[in-house]
């Protein structure tokens, strides 16, 4: 069983940053794919980035590009989301989700939410106009 916990959400203004985290326990982080997602009310949860097992490869929606980046601490059971430049339209709930490492991980599967296992309860991301 794999649990995961973000946090880090908040109300920021436009224009500012948040850092999201997100903490893992029962398996080594490594043996993991991971991703992170966000669903806005009334919206489908949509992909956000995702990074393969060992970090070597990260992949972005278009709208995050440039302001946004993933990144992991395999030895620490961590995965982190730092949000720069936050818009209004990225007020949503965030997600981390985890797929266990088993074929290529590419831009396909990382954006497909189905491809995931496991999933954290959210943390809220409020940014004001």
């Known amino acids: 069983q794999v649990q995961l916990v973000e946090s880090g959400g908040g109300l920021v203004q436009a224009g500012g940053s948040l850092r999201l985290s997100c903490a893992g326990s029962g398996r080594p982080f490594i043996i993991f794919h991971m991703g992170w997602f966000r669903q806005a009310p009334g919206k489908e949860r949509e992909f956000v980035a995702g990074?393969?097992?060992?970090?070597?490869?990260?992949y972005y929606a278009d709208p995050v590009k440039g302001r946004f980046t993933i990144s992991r601490d395999n030895a620490a059971n961590m995965m982190y989301l730092q949000m720069n430049s936050l818009k209004p339209e990225d007020t949503a709930m965030y997600y981390c989700a985890a797929v266990i490492m088993s074929g290529f991980y590419g831009p396909s599967r990382a954006q497909n939410r189905d491809e995931y296992d496991y999933w954290g309860q959210g943390t809220q991301v409020t940014v004001s106009s």
């Open positions: 990074i393969q097992y060992n970090g070597e490869n990260t």
